[in-house]
């Protein structure tokens, strides 16, 4: 398993753009995926709020059905790109734990398997180490209202103290070494 992590560091979000078919993990959360979601939005964070908005309100069985997936998929990856898939989304889950309106990394951490608490505790460290490197920002991120504008947020930044993100343009700054 330490291959595995070493593979989500190298690969931890380095495919911004890319989104990945998440049908399989709207059935397994029971959630009921929202009309205006488009392919070409951010369809994990919008599936990462739907998931911890389910955990506020008490309802811990559709991300515990999700990350029972992704331990499946961990845990024997006949897909060859499972690993990233599986790391960008909980990565995009760490990102929606970290805004203000939705429950903490705190609360999911405990629902996480074996396979999954490795990618997450990489990502985490990935990210922290990238908020070492370059400075959070202040961003007023929290009032957007719009839900497409907001997912797209989500996925790409992690609040890191009250009001700093850490952006994907910062990751890529920290990967390519230009800090």
């Known amino acids: 398993m330490c291959g595995l992590v070493r593979l989500v560091e190298r690969v ?6 890319r989104r990945f078919p998440l049908d399989r993990y709207w059935r397994a959360s029971g959630l009921t995926r929202p009309e205006q979601l488009d392919r070409d939005d951010a369809v994990d964070a919008a599936l990462a709020e739907a998931l911890l908005a389910a955990l506020s309100r008490g309802d811990r069985w559709p991300l515990a059905r999700v ?5 499946r998929e961990l845990d024997d990856p006949v897909d060859p790109d499972a690993v990233a898939k599986t790391g960008k989304f909980l990565e995009t889950v760490q990102n929606a ?20 608490n490795l990618v ?5 460290e990935f990210w922290r180490r990238v908020a070492e490197a370059i400075p959070p920002t ?6 957007v209202g719009n839900e497409k ?7 790409g930044n992690r609040q890191v103290g009250l009001g700093l993100y850490t ?7 920290y990967e390519k070494g230009s800090i």
Request: hydrophobic residues 50%; contains cysteine.
């Open 97 to 116: 734990c970290s805004w203000e309106h939705l429950p903490e990394a705190s609360s999911v951490v405990p629902l996480l398997g074996p396979n999954t």
């Open 67 to 71: 990350v029972a997936v992704l331990e």
């Open 12 to 17: 931890s979000m380095r495919l911004p753009g």
């Open 149 to 155: 504008l907001r997912w797209l947020l989500i996925a």
């Open 120 to 124: 997450w505790t990489a990502a985490e």
């Open 167 to 173: 952006s994907l343009a910062d990751v890529l700054r």
């Open 138 to 143: 202040p961003k007023d991120l929290a009032s």
